[in-house]
């Protein structure tokens, strides 16, 4: 399974890094994703990105989150930037070989593409 990190809690306005480490860096293609889970609520997508570095974000996070990989490291980045009480949840990352970026276009961040899941960090963001 995958193994995030940099969860913690941080004031509204602040930054956090969340670093997840893969295991698809020997295919051709994939895509990496990141979703959140809020206290009762279900769980939504991020941000995403495929082999070729193409991206997709929630439009929620659009503009303060950037997602990244280095494939050196076969690690994905979350960088969470102007942090809100709303973005506090349990951040989840997720991988799938084979999946392109015109199918998440087509369907929307959507867990039900990912099949291979971390443990979760917490991220909490206080007012």
């Known amino acids: 399974h995958l193994v995030e990190s940099g969860g913690g809690t941080v004031q509204s306005g602040g930054s956090l890094r969340l670093s997840c480490e893969g295991s698809?860096?020997?295919?051709?293609?994939?895509?990496m994703g990141w979703f959140r889970r809020a206290p009762g609520k279900d769980r939504e997508g991020v941000a995403v990105?495929?082999?070729?570095?193409?991206?997709i974000y929630a439009d929620s996070v659009k503009g303060r989150f950037t997602i990244s990989q280095d494939i050196r490291r076969k690690t994905v980045y979350l960088q969470m930037n102007r942090l809100k009480p709303e973005d506090t949840a349990m951040y989840y990352c997720a991988e799938q070989p084979k999946l392109r970026m015109t199918t998440v276009q087509g369907l929307g961040i959507s867990e039900r593409l990912f099949g291979i899941w971390g443990q979760g960090t917490q991220v909490t963001v206080s007012s």
């Open positions: 698809l860096y020997s295919f051709d293609t994939y895509c």
């Open positions: 990105i495929c082999s070729d570095d193409s991206r």
